[in-house]
């Protein structure tokens, strides 16, 4: 007997993850007696949770609190076809032992690109040299780090820092990264060097980071490291905006107009509409665009299609979060 479950998401969100392949293939393994409801009409009529065993989500998922909890005695699993959970999982659900899994791993994957494509445009100070060219209507010629024997800095190696440390394996650069929870034999499968957090950034021609917002990382990156970066370099955040210390960023990119930063998050987000970082010429600023868009949602979908098959196989999930995983992710 199939096992009961439902999708609980906004339809643009449920369209853009899971296209019709997934839900055909979700509808082969699963009972599915209702299309997709967004989660206002769940949380208008709760009964409808009655019986649901698993539920698919994404953006927009209902957070599961207590309210909810009670409507669905029956649920055992959450398949969030997106990254971060936290707005979906609570104490409750915790404690009641239902199960997540998430894209999380999927979603990383488009950020992990955005990154690499923006370290190798920073290294040739492509931003820059657009500027000027567009200014003075001829060439310009700005010294430059390049890809060839140069320093690329990552700030945590998680999911995304990880990737990313795999993918400059291909260039001819010198990968350094801080942090405090990889060992030396890690380090060494991802040949990257590991230093202290002020070492990333008196070293890097380039400083990616990928730090999760937690309580002990808000505000974790000050004025002091951005000034301690060398001549012309560039740093870049697609982590979260709050993990830095904002004003303070401004006041150096302000008094280093050398410096450079790429910055696809900040805080709050979307940016204060009289914020510098709109008019600071020294500064390329995009409006949280790294993950995933587009035809790289399915990609989540895709994984979550795969989760429901290990699960209902009895296999060990692939990217199930646990208590304990999420108190360290974003």
Request: aromatic share 8%; proline share 5%.
């Amino acid at each position: 007997m199939k096992p009961r479950g439902m999708f609980v998401l906004p339809e643009e969100n449920f369209r853009l993850i899971y296209s019709p392949e997934h839900v055909s293939r979700i509808q082969e393994l699963v009972d599915l007696r209702l299309p997709c409801q967004s989660s206002d009409e769940v949380r208008k009529n709760l009964s409808l949770l009655d019986g649901v065993e698993l539920i698919f989500t994404g953006w927009g998922s209902l957070e599961f609190t207590t309210d909810v909890l009670n409507a669905a005695p029956d649920l055992k699993m959450i398949f969030y076809g997106a990254g971060s959970i936290r707005g979906v999982m609570t104490e409750a659900a915790w404690e009641r032992g239902v199960r997540i899994t998430s894209a999380w791993a999927a979603n990383a994957v488009p950020v992990v690109e955005f990154t690499l494509a923006n370290i190798l445009l920073c290294l040739k100070k492509a931003y820059q040299h657009a500027a000027e060219y567009r200014a003075k209507r001829q060439w310009v010629r700005l010294p430059v780090a390049g890809a060839y024997h140069s320093t690329v800095g990552l700030i945590s190696l998680g999911m995304i820092g990880r990737l990313l440390a795999e993918k400059l394996k291909s260039f001819e650069v010198h990968v350094i990264a801080y942090d405090p929870y990889v060992s030396q034999e890690e380090a060494n499968h991802l040949n990257v060097e590991m230093v202290s957090l002020e070492e990333v950034f008196r070293r890097g021609d380039v400083v990616s980071l990928h730090t999760p917002l937690l309580e002990t990382t808000r505000g974790m990156i000050r004025g002091e490291h951005l000034s301690w970066m060398k001549e012309g370099a560039a740093f870049i955040n697609t982590s979260r905006g709050a993990v830095v210390r904002e004003d303070e960023m401004i006041a150096v990119l302000r008094q280093r107009p050398d410096l450079f930063a790429v910055l696809d998050v900040t805080w709050p987000e979307p940016a204060a509409p009289d914020s510098p970082l709109f008019t600071l010429p020294n500064v390329f600023l995009t409006p949280h665009i790294a993950g995933s868009m587009g035809a790289e949602c399915q990609r989540m979908g895709q994984l979550m299609v795969e989760e429901l098959e290990r699960y209902l196989e009895g296999r060990p999930l692939a990217y199930e979060i646990t208590r304990e995983r999420a108190a360290l992710l974003a």
